[in-house]
């Protein structure tokens, strides 16, 4: 009987492979914001119903998205740290950067508002603020977009924070959803993209208190992985991801995905 149940499961796994040979997909490297908002859980079936191509997402900091693409185990990037795009860029990695989006980053903090932020304009002003109040602060520390950006504007504060850090300071290594799940838990300010923000469900209370400096505007940008470089990379697949996404009806996709009315992505590509 075991032998004839073996038989049965060989004889099914021969029939599925020319269906497993036949389907085409992708991978995708991309940041847990582009995930976590339900952008691609919007996306990718339109686009795959289009083209037939499956997109298979794997959703990391900007850093490590890019490092897995430096490895050629993926196909497309699609992240949103311009410093860290250019230098994969210069070292051969991609073939060209488009602009696809862009959102911005908004200061979520606890409603009590320890460090007294809540309602100004200038983060700057309010991580200076945080840091001389010793208020809870929580950082991703993954080496994403998201964390790229924060470290930036702690420096353009004047503060090094690597020096600086204290107790109120906290590392989570961990992606845009659960850094918020903890800053909740913990009523502690956090930097965040909007989108997550807007589909974040376990807010606790916590809400923005610093949003509309210039300085928070957050640029999503995509790329193909080099195929002269890595000759896994899936050079005309990836491309047809790209062309859709900077599309008129890529962009149009973008603009269309909202959460209770409200748009979460600009589509801007040129």
Not at 126 to 133: G, P, S
Not at 172 to 194: E, K, S, V, W
Request: aromatic fraction near 8%.
């Amino acid at each position: 009987m075991d032998l004839i149940r073996r038989f049965l499961l060989l004889a099914a796994l021969l029939a599925a492979l020319p269906a497993l040979a036949q389907e085409k997909f992708i991978v995708v490297a991309s940041t847990t914001s582009t995930e976590q908002s339900g952008l691609f859980g919007y996306l990718l079936p339109i686009f795959q119903k289009k083209t037939g191509i499956h997109v298979r997402v794997v959703a990391l900091g900007t850093g490590q998205a890019l490092d897995l693409a430096r490895r050629g185990d993926a196909d497309v990037v699609f992240v949103h740290a311009r410093s860290a795009e250019d230098k994969f860029l210069a070292e051969g990695h991609g073939v060209r950067r488009f602009d696809v989006m862009y959102n911005d980053f908004v200061l979520v903090g606890p409603r009590a508002d320890p460090a007294k932020v809540s309602g100004g304009g200038d983060i700057l002003d309010a991580l200076k603020k945080i840091k001389a109040a010793g208020a809870p602060f929580v950082s991703r520390g993954d080496k994403s977009g998201t964390h790229i950006a924060e470290l930036d504007l702690w420096k353009l504060a004047g503060i090094d924070i690597a020096a600086e850090k204290g107790p109120w300071y906290r590392d989570t290594g961990q992606g845009m959803g659960p850094a918020l799940n903890t800053a909740a838990a913990m009523n502690a300010y956090i930097l965040a993209d909007r989108g997550t923000w807007i589909s974040f469900k376990n807010r606790g209370e916590l809400a923005i208190v610093v949003e509309g400096d210039k300085r928070l505007f957050n640029q999503y940008g995509v790329m193909l992985v080099n195929p002269a470089k890595h000759s896994s990379v899936k050079k005309d697949l990836g491309q047809a991801f790209v062309d859709w996404i900077i599309s008129s009806e890529g962009q149009k996709t973008i603009a269309e995905y909202k959460i209770g009315g409200e748009q979460l992505f600009f589509p801007n590509a040129k």
